[in-house]
């Protein structure tokens, strides 16, 4: 059975730093697109990060640019999002996706984990 655990979040300050994770099982994670989606409360889910099949192609929102991080660790199936200087409109739940398009969109058939919260507030 596919899953798609995400862990990390919690509230912090303005100017701080997280480190999301996303433990997979269930399917060939070296297969697949990730990516990671956030939706800020009372808005669209929109797309934070990807990262192809092969390393170290990524793709990032220009919101987050040069602040997050996302990798991937293979060996154990994980992907990662790693978080600096953040700031309030941050703020979401953060989801885990994986799958076979790349961009903004998601399919169907996609995978996705129950999502983890980041506050950032002073």
């Known amino acids: 059975q596919v899953q798609l655990v995400e862990s990390g979040g919690g509230l912090v300050q303005p100017g701080g730093s997280l480190r999301l994770s996303c433990a997979t099982s269930?399917?060939?994670?070296?297969?697949?697109?990730m990516k990671w989606y956030r939706q800020p409360p009372g808005k669209e889910r929109e797309l934070v990060a990807a990262?192809?099949?092969?390393?170290?192609?990524?793709n990032y929102a220009e919101a987050v640019k040069g602040r997050f991080t996302i990798y991937r660790v293979n060996a154990n199936n994980t992907l990662y999002l790693q978080m600096n200087n953040l700031k309030p409109e941050d703020t979401a739940v953060y989801y885990c996706?994986?799958?076979?398009?790349?961009?903004?969109?998601?399919?169907?058939?996609?995978?996705w984990g129950q999502g983890t919260q980041v506050t950032v507030s002073s």
């Open positions: 269930g399917f060939m994670f070296t297969n697949y697109i």
């Open positions: 990262i192809t099949r092969a390393t170290p192609t990524t």
């Open positions: 996706n994986a799958g076979q398009t790349w961009g903004s969109r998601f399919g169907p058939s996609d995978y």
